[in-house]
């Protein structure tokens, strides 16, 4: 259950009409992805064409570059825009039809991030705890989520929905950095 005192936040599934936002955010310098500060190339995305960078945030298929350079197939998903009224930021859920498995280039199977102006309201906490169930709906009995072992504010938004830390693990794509792995039972 959301917080009740941010009963005003919702998930949005992104459209052309909520990119306004998105894009006002990215210009001010808000990555959407947590592994590295993709707010410039992706407002030049955004920019050259809103209808396919629309389709490509709602893409269930294809193909992601990795900060590796790697490429790799875009696993079934569901990313929602977090709006307050304004746009507040992203979540997102990532899973493998069938299994709690996923491929070792994924950090967990949730992942958020707040504009810095919004941050400090309880959103990514209500946020998370929305994605819940939704997670549940798609056949997932639990979650697992990570944080860099120095990111004390992800680590607390994932306690407070219930995250138990059941270990640690080095970075893929950041070295010298530990990542916290919490699982969320549903
Ligand atoms: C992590 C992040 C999503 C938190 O968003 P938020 O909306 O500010 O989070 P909330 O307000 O729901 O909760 C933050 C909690 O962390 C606490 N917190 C914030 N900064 C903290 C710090 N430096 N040390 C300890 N706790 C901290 C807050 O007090 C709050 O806990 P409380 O309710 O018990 O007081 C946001 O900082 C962000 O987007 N960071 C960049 C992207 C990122 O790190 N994403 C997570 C990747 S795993």
Redesign the pocket.
Known sequence: MADPSNDHLVLQTPKLALLDGFEDALARGWSPY?LADVSQQELKRLRADRAAYLASLNAQSGWIVLPDGRMVPKLPSRGFFINDGDFC?RIGLRFQHGTTELPDYTSGHI????VPWK???????TALRTMLPIARDVGLPFVVI??NDD????R??IE?CGGALIGTKTDDFAEGVTKLVFRVEM
Do not use: M
């Open positions: 947590t930021g992942g958020y991030s707040i941050r400090g309201r309880g959103y990514a906490t990570t944080c990111n004390h504010a992800s607390r938004v407070k």
